[in-house]
Each structure stands twice: as structure tokens, then as C-alpha cells.
């Protein structure tokens, strides 16, 4: 997320390492779902002509390294979570993704699978990441994005409205699918492309998205989170309100982001100016409409 002037940092980083070190000791309750989203995403490596040699993995969860690993690239594993980083398949590297310790050019692929969410200058990052990628180097990177989790934001602002009279913030913020793109411009790559996929997922009881969220380490990290213990009835009556239509179906909306490092080799617009068929004369070709085939 982009930081401001009047709230610089979102998230408290600290907390964001706890959970995620909490979380290596239950990721293969959520496995399934870093798997699925790790394949989606390195799916695009398929309509790219060429192999990778060193590849960066950013909070992959073990869901990016070994897949990359079978496809012949060698690869380091990047988390804030030292446990995190040592499960996730690649060489260890404990680091803080606002704070890449990596030189220019160090790798031609970087990975992010549902990681980049939990940054407070998220403009910065990328800039971190294209600094660190060869000329021609790709960036792959998926992004939870609005309306994800949207059910369990408004359940907890209901249930909490009324029993306190009010709410306070308790579910991240997240971009929206415009906003990837446009960061993804900022930070200067070349040919860069957002479209987003949606996971479904499906539970029994409420209690069960809870779980998995804990499980994840995807638990509040907000620096304004209430700091209080909440009363007793505010997550039985959350559930509740989740429940109210039945079994909850959670949806999971994810922008897909790529993004190449500038190269001279790379197909360049041409200048205002430099075209030699006007729009004009390609309008004048086309058939009258009555002849255009049906």
C-alpha cells in the first residue's frame, strides 16, 4: 500500500514478521490455496519464450520455489519471517521486502505470490524489484485487490456498530486492479499488464475462514487496530451476521501483475510524428458497411 504524508506507515512490520512466524508452523493447513494461487501465477511463464536462470521468490510459501526449481532456475527465497523463508524451497534469505538487499541486476525472474500486501510503501518496493532485476528480467506478482474479503468487513462493522455504537478498522485495506497498474507504470517497467482471477472459497461455518486467515498469518497487522480486548460477543456475533444466508463463500480477487525491466531490445512505441499510414486512410479502406460481411 502507498504510504501518506498524514498516516506514513499502515502496517506495523513487527507484527506482520509474528504472524507470518506463527504461521510456518501451520502453512499446510492453507496449502492449498498458495498452491492454486502459485500455479495461476507461474502459469504466465508458459507464454513467455525464453528460460530463467536466477529467480527471486518473495514470500512464496513454498508454493513458487519448488515449481521453479523443477522448470530448471535456481533459486532464492526472500521473507520477513526467518521460519517462513527457510520452508519456502529456494536458498534462505531473511529480509524486509521494503528493504531488498539485493544488488542491481541480480536475477531475470522475481516472484511475489500474495506477498506485496502487507508493505507500507508499495511504490518503493517495486522500484526495489525492478532495481534488482537484469535488463529484459521479469516480474511476476499477485495481489489480493478489492472487494477481497468484503463479506467479513462488513460482518465485523455490523456486529461491532451494534454493540459498541461504532467500529474500528480491523481488516486490512486493499488497492484495487486499477491501482496495480498504475504502480506497476510508476515504478518504471516496461510492458507491464494487471488482470485479475478470482478463487472461490467455501466453508462450512464461518469459524472455518477465521481459521485459515490465523493459519496464513493474514491476522490485523494495522498500526490503528484496536489495541483493547474486544467484547466476548463481537466474533460470535460476526459469525452470525457470515452465516446469515448460509455456509459463507469467500472470493478471493487477485490481481495477476507482470511487468519487464527496461532493455534496449525491447519493442519500443514509436515517436508522435514517426507513423506512416494515417488513421484516416485505414478508416477509408474499410468497406461500406453494407458490404461488410454479416
Known amino acids: ?11 506495523d512490520r513487527r507484527v506482520v514478521r509474528l504472524h507470518r512466524d506463527r504461521a510456518a508452523r501451520s502453512q499446510e493447513l492453507v496449502a492449498g490455496i498458495a498452491d492454486d494461487l502459485g500455479a495461476r501465477l507461474l502459469d504466465r511463464l508458459d507464454d513467455v519464450q525464453r528460460s530463467f536462470t536466477t529467480a527471486l521468490d518473495i514470500g512464496g510459501r513454498g508454493a513458487v520455489a519448488s515449481a521453479l526449481r523443477a522448470r530448471g532456475t ?33 536475477f531475470d525472474l522475481i516472484v511475489a505470490c500474495a506477498s506485496l500486501h502487507w508493505v507500507n ?3 518503493g518496493t517495486l522500484a526495489q524489484i525492478r532495481y534488482a532485476l537484469k535488463p529484459d528480467g521479469l516480474f511476476l506478482a499477485c495481489i489480493p485487490v478489492l472487494p477481497t474479503l468484503s463479506p467479513l468487513r462488513h460482518a465485523l462493522v455490523s456486529a461491532e456498530d451494534t454493540l459498541r455504537g461504532g467500529a474500528s478498522a480491523r481488516v486490512s485495506p486493499f488497492p484495487t486492479l486499477r491501482d496495480c497498474a498504475g504502480l ?22 464461518a469459524h472455518g475462514l477465521l481459521k485459515d486467515l490465523r493459519a496464513a498469518g493474514e491476522t490485523s497487522a494495522l498500526r490503528q487496530r484496536e489495541r483493547s480486548i474486544p467484547s466476548r460477543a463481537l466474533f460470535p456475533l460476526t459469525l452470525a451476521r457470515l452465516e446469515e444466508n448460509g455456509p ?7 490481481a495477476m501483475i507482470s511487468g519487464w ?8 512505441p514509436l ?22 460481411p454479416s
Open 1 to 11: 500500500m502507498t504510504a501518506s504524508d498524514e498516516d506514513p506507515l499502515i502496517f
Open 74 to 106: 535456481e533459486v532464492v527465497s526472500c521473507d520477513l519471517s526467518l521460519p517462513m523463508a527457510r520452508q519456502a524451497g529456494g536458498l534462505p534469505v531473511c529480509a524486509d521486502e521494503e528493504f531488498l538487499p539485493f544488488g542491481p541486476g541480480s
Open 121 to 123: 510503501d508499495l511504490p
Open 184 to 205: 506497476m507504470q510508476r515504478a518504471g517497467f516496461a510492458l507491464p499488464v494487471a488482470d485479475q482471477e478470482t478463487l472461490t472459497l467455501q466453508y462450512r461455518t
Open 248 to 254: 459463507p463463500e469467500i472470493q478471493l480477487h487477485m
Open 261 to 268: 525491466a527496461p532493455a534496449a531490445s525491447q519493442p519500443q
Open 271 to 292: 515517436k508522435p510524428g514517426a507513423f506512416t499510414t494515417s488513421l484516416s486512410d485505414i478508416l477509408d479502406s474499410l468497406p461500406e458497411p453494407e458490404d461488410r
